[in-house]
Protein backbone atom coordinates (compact mmCIF):
# COMPACT_ATOMS: atom_id res chain seq x y z
CA UNK A 1 0.00 0.00 0.00
CA UNK A 2 2.83 2.18 0.77
CA UNK A 3 4.43 1.46 -2.80
CA UNK A 4 0.70 2.32 -4.14
CA UNK A 5 -0.05 5.78 -2.93
CA UNK A 6 3.78 6.41 -3.17
CA UNK A 7 3.53 6.17 -6.80
CA UNK A 8 0.38 7.90 -7.29
CA UNK A 9 1.80 10.90 -5.76
CA UNK A 10 4.75 10.83 -7.86
CA UNK A 11 2.21 10.48 -10.84
CA UNK A 12 0.43 13.22 -9.97
CA UNK A 13 3.70 15.78 -9.31
CA UNK A 14 4.87 14.88 -12.25
CA UNK A 15 1.24 16.05 -14.06
CA UNK A 16 1.07 19.14 -12.72
CA UNK A 17 5.22 19.95 -13.29
CA UNK A 18 4.01 19.10 -17.29
CA UNK A 19 0.97 21.04 -17.44
CA UNK A 20 2.76 23.91 -15.61
CA UNK A 21 5.81 23.72 -18.28
CA UNK A 22 3.70 23.02 -20.94
CA UNK A 23 0.56 25.12 -20.44
CA UNK A 24 0.23 27.41 -23.00
CA UNK A 25 -0.90 30.80 -21.92
CA UNK A 26 -2.01 33.34 -25.30
CA UNK A 27 -2.42 36.85 -23.79
CA UNK A 28 1.49 36.22 -22.16
CA UNK A 29 3.07 34.71 -24.83
CA UNK A 30 1.29 35.90 -28.13
CA UNK A 31 4.45 36.02 -29.85
CA UNK A 32 4.89 31.99 -29.65
CA UNK A 33 3.79 30.88 -33.32
CA UNK A 34 1.63 28.03 -33.77
CA UNK A 35 3.66 25.56 -34.99
CA UNK A 36 5.18 25.63 -31.48
CA UNK A 37 2.25 25.79 -29.60
CA UNK A 38 1.00 22.19 -31.19
CA UNK A 39 4.59 20.80 -30.30
CA UNK A 40 4.27 21.73 -26.60
CA UNK A 41 0.87 20.51 -26.54
CA UNK A 42 1.47 17.35 -28.24
CA UNK A 43 4.07 16.68 -25.70
CA UNK A 44 1.79 17.49 -22.90
CA UNK A 45 -0.83 14.97 -24.98
CA UNK A 46 1.72 12.18 -24.28
CA UNK A 47 3.00 12.77 -20.85
CA UNK A 48 -0.76 12.86 -19.94
CA UNK A 49 -1.27 9.41 -21.92
CA UNK A 50 2.06 7.60 -20.42
CA UNK A 51 0.57 8.85 -16.37
CA UNK A 52 -2.36 7.42 -17.59
CA UNK A 53 -0.94 4.68 -18.73
CA UNK A 54 1.22 3.94 -15.29
CA UNK A 55 -1.85 4.72 -13.26
CA UNK A 56 -3.46 1.85 -14.81
CA UNK A 57 -1.16 -0.39 -14.39
CA UNK A 58 -1.22 0.68 -10.93
CA UNK A 59 -4.35 -0.14 -10.14
CA UNK A 60 -4.36 -3.41 -11.81
CA UNK A 61 -1.09 -4.44 -9.83
CA UNK A 62 1.04 -4.37 -12.82
CA UNK A 63 3.66 -1.67 -11.81
CA UNK A 64 6.57 -3.66 -11.58
CA UNK A 65 5.91 -3.84 -15.47
CA UNK A 66 7.08 -0.01 -15.56
CA UNK A 67 10.53 -1.09 -15.63
CA UNK A 68 12.67 -3.63 -17.80
CA UNK A 69 16.06 -4.88 -17.84
CA UNK A 70 17.22 -6.09 -21.35
CA UNK A 71 21.05 -7.32 -21.99
CA UNK A 72 20.43 -7.36 -25.92
CA UNK A 73 20.74 -4.75 -28.29
CA UNK A 74 16.99 -4.57 -30.28
CA UNK A 75 16.22 -3.29 -33.48
CA UNK A 76 13.56 -3.80 -36.77
CA UNK A 77 14.06 -7.62 -37.94
CA UNK A 78 14.75 -8.81 -34.66
CA UNK A 79 12.45 -11.23 -32.26
CA UNK A 80 11.55 -13.56 -28.95
CA UNK A 81 13.62 -16.32 -30.62
CA UNK A 82 16.88 -14.52 -31.02
CA UNK A 83 16.95 -12.61 -27.81
CA UNK A 84 15.50 -15.13 -25.03
CA UNK A 85 12.00 -13.20 -25.51
CA UNK A 86 13.50 -9.64 -24.88
CA UNK A 87 11.41 -8.16 -27.80
CA UNK A 88 7.95 -9.24 -26.08
CA UNK A 89 9.94 -7.75 -22.47
CA UNK A 90 10.36 -4.73 -24.38
CA UNK A 91 7.08 -4.77 -26.03
CA UNK A 92 5.04 -5.17 -22.43
CA UNK A 93 6.97 -2.49 -21.10
CA UNK A 94 5.90 0.23 -23.93
CA UNK A 95 2.30 -1.08 -23.63
CA UNK A 96 2.57 -0.41 -20.21
CA UNK A 97 3.78 3.19 -20.53
CA UNK A 98 1.58 4.18 -23.19
CA UNK A 99 3.74 4.20 -26.05
CA UNK A 100 3.22 0.74 -27.84
CA UNK A 101 -0.30 0.80 -29.59
CA UNK A 102 -0.56 -1.38 -31.72
CA UNK A 103 -2.33 -3.71 -28.99
CA UNK A 104 -1.12 -7.16 -29.37
CA UNK A 105 2.52 -8.68 -27.74
CA UNK A 106 4.06 -10.37 -31.09
CA UNK A 107 7.52 -10.96 -29.65
CA UNK A 108 8.79 -9.57 -33.17
CA UNK A 109 10.32 -6.23 -33.47
CA UNK A 110 8.56 -4.48 -35.95
CA UNK A 111 7.69 -1.04 -37.64
CA UNK A 112 5.17 -0.23 -34.66
CA UNK A 113 7.37 -1.09 -31.98
CA UNK A 114 10.37 0.82 -33.31
CA UNK A 115 7.92 3.87 -33.09
CA UNK A 116 7.29 3.06 -29.80
CA UNK A 117 10.54 3.02 -29.33
CA UNK A 118 11.01 6.14 -30.43
CA UNK A 119 8.21 7.84 -28.90
CA UNK A 120 9.76 6.48 -25.22
CA UNK A 121 12.82 7.84 -26.40
CA UNK A 122 11.80 11.43 -26.88
CA UNK A 123 9.41 11.26 -23.87
CA UNK A 124 12.40 10.71 -21.91
CA UNK A 125 14.91 12.78 -23.55
CA UNK A 126 16.96 10.43 -25.30
CA UNK A 127 17.18 10.83 -29.14
CA UNK A 128 14.40 12.94 -30.85
CA UNK A 129 15.61 12.47 -34.21
CA UNK A 130 17.57 10.51 -37.23
CA UNK A 131 17.24 6.74 -38.03
CA UNK A 132 18.86 3.44 -35.83
CA UNK A 133 22.25 3.34 -37.81
CA UNK A 134 22.79 7.51 -36.82
CA UNK A 135 21.68 8.34 -33.74
CA UNK A 136 20.51 5.67 -32.74
CA UNK A 137 16.30 6.87 -33.09
CA UNK A 138 14.07 3.78 -32.88
CA UNK A 139 17.14 1.49 -31.90
CA UNK A 140 17.02 -0.10 -28.05
CA UNK A 141 21.48 -0.26 -27.80
CA UNK A 142 23.43 0.79 -24.74
CA UNK A 143 21.30 3.97 -23.44
CA UNK A 144 18.56 3.33 -23.86
CA UNK A 145 18.53 -0.33 -22.64
CA UNK A 146 20.08 1.98 -19.54
CA UNK A 147 17.78 4.28 -19.23
CA UNK A 148 15.05 1.72 -18.89
CA UNK A 149 16.36 -0.36 -16.48
CA UNK A 150 16.48 2.61 -13.87
CA UNK A 151 13.22 2.93 -13.95
CA UNK A 152 13.79 -0.82 -11.90
CA UNK A 153 15.83 1.05 -8.99
CA UNK A 154 13.29 3.61 -8.40
CA UNK A 155 10.64 1.43 -8.24
CA UNK A 156 12.04 -0.97 -5.66
CA UNK A 157 13.10 2.22 -3.19
CA UNK A 158 9.54 3.18 -3.05
CA UNK A 159 8.69 -0.36 -1.79
CA UNK A 160 8.57 -1.18 1.95
CA UNK A 161 11.24 -2.91 3.35
CA UNK A 162 10.25 -7.03 3.36
CA UNK A 163 11.78 -8.83 6.83
CA UNK A 164 12.13 -12.52 6.21
CA UNK A 165 11.02 -14.39 9.54
CA UNK A 166 13.91 -15.04 11.70
CA UNK A 167 15.20 -18.72 11.68
CA UNK A 168 17.37 -20.60 14.17
CA UNK A 169 20.39 -22.60 12.23
CA UNK A 170 19.41 -26.22 11.97
CA UNK A 171 21.98 -28.68 13.89
CA UNK A 172 22.40 -31.71 11.82
CA UNK A 173 22.00 -34.62 14.01
CA UNK A 174 25.47 -36.37 14.94
CA UNK A 175 25.66 -39.26 17.74
CA UNK A 176 28.85 -40.98 18.99
CA UNK A 177 29.86 -43.75 21.17
CA UNK A 178 32.71 -42.51 23.06
CA UNK A 179 33.57 -45.30 25.07
CA UNK A 180 32.19 -48.68 26.99
CA UNK A 181 33.97 -49.64 30.35
CA UNK A 182 35.10 -53.77 30.50
CA UNK A 183 32.51 -54.83 33.25
CA UNK A 184 29.28 -57.13 33.85
CA UNK A 185 27.32 -53.94 34.31
CA UNK A 186 29.32 -51.52 31.68
CA UNK A 187 29.07 -48.22 31.53
CA UNK A 188 28.20 -46.67 28.01
CA UNK A 189 29.50 -42.64 27.18
CA UNK A 190 28.66 -40.74 24.06
CA UNK A 191 28.16 -37.34 22.62
CA UNK A 192 24.80 -36.08 20.61
CA UNK A 193 24.25 -32.97 18.79
CA UNK A 194 20.57 -32.42 16.74
CA UNK A 195 18.93 -34.55 19.65
CA UNK A 196 18.06 -34.54 23.19
CA UNK A 197 17.18 -37.85 23.91
CA UNK A 198 18.92 -41.50 22.59
CA UNK A 199 18.69 -45.00 23.38
CA UNK A 200 20.35 -47.98 22.62
CA UNK A 201 20.14 -51.77 22.21
CA UNK A 202 22.40 -54.36 23.37
CA UNK A 203 22.93 -57.19 21.04
CA UNK A 204 24.31 -61.06 22.47
CA UNK A 205 27.15 -63.06 20.46
CA UNK A 206 23.96 -65.08 19.67
CA UNK A 207 22.10 -61.79 18.05
CA UNK A 208 19.96 -61.64 20.25
CA UNK A 209 18.58 -58.69 22.37
CA UNK A 210 20.54 -58.95 25.47
CA UNK A 211 19.56 -55.22 26.95
CA UNK A 212 17.71 -52.44 26.04
CA UNK A 213 18.48 -49.02 27.59
CA UNK A 214 15.17 -46.78 27.71
CA UNK A 215 15.19 -43.08 26.82
CA UNK A 216 18.30 -41.30 27.89
CA UNK A 217 18.90 -37.83 28.49
CA UNK A 218 20.86 -35.95 26.36
CA UNK A 219 22.45 -32.96 28.62
CA UNK A 220 25.42 -30.26 27.31
CA UNK A 221 25.95 -32.66 24.41
CA UNK A 222 26.89 -36.10 26.12
CA UNK A 223 25.14 -38.92 27.65
CA UNK A 224 25.76 -41.67 29.59
CA UNK A 225 24.01 -45.14 30.71
CA UNK A 226 25.01 -47.86 33.04
CA UNK A 227 24.00 -51.08 31.92
CA UNK A 228 22.23 -52.76 35.09
CA UNK A 229 21.92 -56.42 33.94
CA UNK A 230 25.18 -58.59 34.02
CA UNK A 231 26.79 -59.09 30.63
CA UNK A 232 28.19 -63.01 30.66
CA UNK A 233 31.94 -62.77 28.70
CA UNK A 234 31.62 -62.43 25.19
CA UNK A 235 31.65 -59.74 22.57
CA UNK A 236 27.97 -57.64 22.13
CA UNK A 237 26.94 -55.34 19.53
CA UNK A 238 25.97 -51.81 20.95
CA UNK A 239 23.21 -49.59 18.82
CA UNK A 240 22.13 -46.56 19.10
CA UNK A 241 18.77 -45.19 18.00
CA UNK A 242 17.33 -41.64 17.81
CA UNK A 243 13.22 -41.83 17.03
CA UNK A 244 13.61 -45.54 16.12
CA UNK A 245 16.57 -45.31 13.56
CA UNK A 246 20.04 -46.41 13.65
CA UNK A 247 22.57 -43.68 14.40
CA UNK A 248 25.56 -45.11 15.76
CA UNK A 249 26.85 -48.70 15.96
CA UNK A 250 29.64 -50.25 18.53
CA UNK A 251 31.38 -53.66 19.49
CA UNK A 252 32.69 -54.33 22.47
CA UNK A 253 34.15 -57.25 25.17
CA UNK A 254 32.96 -58.55 27.73
CA UNK A 255 35.34 -60.95 29.45
CA UNK A 256 38.43 -61.69 31.71
CA UNK A 257 40.55 -61.59 28.31
CA UNK A 258 40.26 -57.89 28.52
CA UNK A 259 42.78 -56.00 30.71
CA UNK A 260 40.47 -54.27 34.21
CA UNK A 261 39.85 -51.01 33.54
CA UNK A 262 40.17 -50.83 29.67
CA UNK A 263 37.56 -49.98 27.02
CA UNK A 264 36.34 -52.50 24.92
CA UNK A 265 37.91 -50.11 22.07
CA UNK A 266 40.97 -50.42 24.01
CA UNK A 267 40.91 -53.96 24.07
CA UNK A 268 40.30 -54.00 20.46
CA UNK A 269 42.74 -51.56 19.30
CA UNK A 270 44.97 -50.48 21.93
CA UNK A 271 44.74 -47.35 22.88
CA UNK A 272 44.93 -45.19 19.17
CA UNK A 273 45.77 -41.61 19.16
CA UNK A 274 45.05 -39.67 15.81
CA UNK A 275 44.97 -36.07 15.32
CA UNK A 276 42.20 -34.36 15.66
CA UNK A 277 40.66 -31.04 14.50
CA UNK A 278 37.87 -28.17 15.83
CA UNK A 279 37.02 -25.13 13.82
CA UNK A 280 34.80 -22.33 14.56
CA UNK A 281 33.76 -20.44 12.06
CA UNK A 282 36.70 -19.94 9.68
CA UNK A 283 38.91 -19.86 12.75
CA UNK A 284 41.33 -23.17 14.62
CA UNK A 285 39.49 -23.92 17.42
CA UNK A 286 41.74 -26.83 19.01
CA UNK A 287 43.88 -29.37 17.31
CA UNK A 288 46.39 -32.22 18.19
CA UNK A 289 46.27 -36.04 18.96
CA UNK A 290 43.80 -38.02 20.79
CA UNK A 291 41.39 -40.88 21.64
CA UNK A 292 38.40 -40.58 20.09
CA UNK A 293 36.80 -40.32 22.92
CA UNK A 294 38.20 -37.56 23.58
CA UNK A 295 38.06 -35.83 20.70
CA UNK A 296 34.49 -36.28 20.83
CA UNK A 297 34.46 -34.96 24.32
CA UNK A 298 36.81 -31.68 23.43
CA UNK A 299 33.96 -31.42 20.73
CA UNK A 300 31.12 -31.22 22.40
CA UNK A 301 32.88 -28.37 24.72
CA UNK A 302 33.88 -26.43 21.51
CA UNK A 303 30.13 -26.55 21.04
CA UNK A 304 28.66 -25.43 24.38
CA UNK A 305 31.55 -22.65 25.01
CA UNK A 306 30.08 -20.94 21.75
CA UNK A 307 26.76 -19.40 20.51
CA UNK A 308 25.58 -19.69 16.98
CA UNK A 309 28.93 -20.23 15.63
CA UNK A 310 29.61 -23.50 13.14
CA UNK A 311 31.46 -25.92 14.86
CA UNK A 312 33.34 -28.75 12.77
CA UNK A 313 35.39 -31.41 14.26
CA UNK A 314 37.36 -34.77 12.69
CA UNK A 315 39.32 -37.17 14.13
CA UNK A 316 41.96 -38.99 12.10
CA UNK A 317 41.16 -37.72 8.86
CA UNK A 318 37.52 -38.33 9.32
CA UNK A 319 34.48 -35.40 9.99
CA UNK A 320 32.20 -36.47 12.78
CA UNK A 321 30.67 -33.58 13.14
CA UNK A 322 29.51 -30.35 11.91
CA UNK A 323 26.68 -27.86 13.10
CA UNK A 324 25.94 -25.26 15.67
CA UNK A 325 24.77 -24.97 19.71
CA UNK A 326 21.29 -26.19 19.36
CA UNK A 327 20.55 -23.73 22.63
CA UNK A 328 21.74 -20.68 20.66
Same mark, same amino acid.
Request: some cysteine.
Given at each position: ???????????????????????????????????????????????????????????????????????????????????????????????????????????????????????????????????????????? *??? $?? %?????? /???? #??????? &????????????????????????????????????????????????????????????????????????????????????????????????????????????????????????????? *??? $?? %?????? /???? #??????? &???????????????????
Amino acid at each position: MIFRISSFASIGIALIMAISVYGVSAPAHAETNDSSQSEQIQKLLLIIQQLQAQIAALKSGTGVSECVQLSRSLFIGTSDGETGGEVSKLQKFLKNTGHYTYGEVTGFFGPATEQAVQAWQKANGLVTSGAPETTGFGLV *GPS $TR %AAMGKL /CSSI #VSERPEE &RLPETKPETKLSVSISSISNSENPVVRGTAFGTTIVGFAVAAPSGDKAYGSGDIAVENNAWSHKIHDDLADGIYSLIVYVDNKEVAKKKFMVGSDTPEGSTSTEAENSVMNAEYEITAGEDMYDS *GKA $TE %ADAHAR /CATA #VNATVLT &RITCSWDGKLFFSGTNPKG
